[in-house]
């Protein structure tokens, strides 16, 4: 009954994933060879569960230009945002960003993570009210329980009940952030943004969309789903990630609201962390050039997610709602999953092994995430080797 006792629990679960032999929630990639290939002890596997759905991490400018910041400016900042840790690219980044979604204010972070952590626990605050989505990333629950806000969650993607959580709050509302994700990170689903944007009019709240998933993948500029749903300016914040299209690491936030800028005295996670190393800033700035210059990623990002999603529907497979970059497969049970994600990688193919709490309403999935750089061939190839898994599809449902 020690300090340590309570990770007993833990010991069990680890244990009950063991039987392939394979600790899937710990794999190790011993080499990467390119943005879908990389070999797992000993094995090459093609790679179908990585978020990088640009495929930039091997893309020629963001290396150059990662390589001529590591030369110039050194492996790390070694400092916080506000201390030493702001360099001239960050503010270039911070530029950038803030022309690229058309605000007047960005702010760069370490990671996603903390820019949700950092943003939303410092834009809300006690006496204030959040209303989220109930399937909403870890990162968004943590900030809301930093913050201090009262939180009410609504049902995933439900118009109603946020409708009627909204109702609930009368005057409240104007002191309310409703916090949604564009494509959300384990189904692959959208939000209705359009219809939450019109709530938040109705009601005079403030809009938050977290576009981790939907930068880069969706809307005519890449911008997201915002920009797709037509309701930018109905967004208050947006908040992002470099580590899934733009294929390095770090986090940022986009308002037109001034206030934004002043969150960077106060905000715990952006001054109490080390700012991104000149290298990631370097990548990520040639990244956002390039998902700008070459539309036909996500031309191609889409066909590949296409293929994806209609083949395995026509093997069976009990799928998401809507075709996307994420492709999950919603499996009968939690054993079913582990030997279904096994017998993948003994065909060569890596995807994502998803449980609860990480996968909602008690799920257990193989998630599956496309790249642009994915050639059909590949996607054939992830196919065939479901069309092999096929009895465990017959008994899904
Ligand atoms: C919706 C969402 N928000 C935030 C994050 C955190 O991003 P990062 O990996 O940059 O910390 C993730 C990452 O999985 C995510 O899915």
Known sequence: MGLLSKLNNVAKT????FPTGVDPLNVVIDEIYSSTEASFGGQRVLLAGTNNYLGLTFDQQCIDAAREALLKEGTGTTGS???????????ALEQELANF????????????FVANLGAISTLAGVGDVIVLDADSHASIYDACKMSGAEMIRFRHNSLADLEKKLQRLGSRAAKTLIIVEGIYSMLGDCA?????AALKRKYGAWLMVDEAHSM??????GRGMAEAAGVERDVDFIVGTFSKSLGAIGGFCVSNHPELDLIRYVCRSYVFTASPSPSTIASVRAALR???????LRTKLWENSAQLYQGLKQLGFELGPNVSPIVAIRMPTKEMTLLAWKALLDRGIYVNLVFPPAAPAGMSLLRCSVSAAHTSEQIDIVLQAFAELQPLAKTSG
């Open 192 to 196: 209705p943004l359009a219809e939450i």
């Open 290 to 296: 390039v998902i700008q210059a070459k539309p036909e």
């Open 216 to 221: 880069g993948v969706l809307g005519n500029q």
């Open 101 to 112: 979604y058309g605000c007047s204010h960005a702010i760069v972070f370490s990671t996603g």
């Open 81 to 91: 945002r506000m201390a030493n840790g702001t360099y001239a690219g960050h503010r």
């Open 14 to 17: 680890r244990q009950a994933l």
